[in-house]
């Protein structure tokens, strides 16, 4: 598509719930990140994809959070047992695969989907 | 690992004038890229404008452009003859420049608002 799409938009959901947050990045574009902005805070990092693999799950904070690239194009976040701590909005973002060696390529983010946790 | 900080949590500016945002960063590398976001209330990032930590020459895209001090480790960000439409957070964000498509780190961010 034209843009980063994310999906939903808002999600509110009570503590102990299973959430799924979907990201469809540009076409073409091999490198997907998810990062979680709570409110006030800027953007943190939680995964990379490189294609189909997470190459840096770094910033996950817990064996809560999940994400899967399955096919190297749509994501989904998976959080499992939601505390009202994950509220917060989900951002993703693409970019095109860099040259080795070179932080030139932009990300390019979506509008993220803002969750809620009761 | 790397740090970006903002440490102006808001700021004002007129309509038709100019106001510089800063930020600072700690690393310990020499290859690196640096860049402000700007988010509206719509909540999607904008790039604003870019800078590669080798090039001495200052970026500028039409209205903005950066005051980048390697050697302090200093990245403002000038905008001029604000409009109504620069009303959102800015975030200041450090990308290191070695390794395929490494993550971007991003500071608290700053809420600039334009009064008419």
């Known amino acids: 598509g034209a843009g980063v799409s994310q999906t939903p938009s808002n999600k509110v959901t009570e503590k102990g719930k299973y959430v799924e947050l979907r990201c469809d990045p540009i076409s073409g574009h091999t490198a997907l990140y998810w990062y979680r902005q709570s409110l006030g805070q800027g953007p943190e990092f939680l995964i990379y994809f490189q294609g189909t693999g997470a190459a840096d799950d770094s910033g996950l904070p817990n064996d809560r959070f999940f994400a899967v690239r399955p096919e190297g194009s749509v994501s989904t976040l998976k959080i499992q047992r939601t505390e009202r701590g994950d509220s917060a909005v989900y951002l993703c973002?693409?970019?095109?695969?860099?040259?080795?060696?070179?932080?030139?390529?932009?990300?390019?983010f979506g509008a993220g989907s803002r969750l809620t946790v009761l | 690992a790397q740090t970006v900080t903002q440490s102006q949590p808001e700021m004002s500016v007129q309509e038709a004038e100019t106001v510089t945002l800063s930020c600072t960063y700690d690393t310990s590398e020499s290859d690196y890229y640096l860049f402000w976001y700007k988010q509206p209330p719509s909540r999607q990032m904008i790039l604003v404008i870019r800078q590669e930590a080798y090039k001495q020459q200052n970026a500028t895209e039409n209205r903005f452009s950066v005051n980048f001090q390697k050697a302090a480790k200093s990245f403002s960000l000038k905008i001029s003859d604000s409009q109504l439409g620069d009303a959102a957070m800015y975030f200041c964000a450090y990308r290191t420049g070695t390794g395929a498509n490494s993550k971007l780190t991003f500071g608290k961010g700053i809420t600039l608002s334009v009064r008419p």
């Open positions: 973002a693409s970019s095109l695969r860099d040259r080795v060696f070179s932080g030139a390529n932009v990300l390019t």
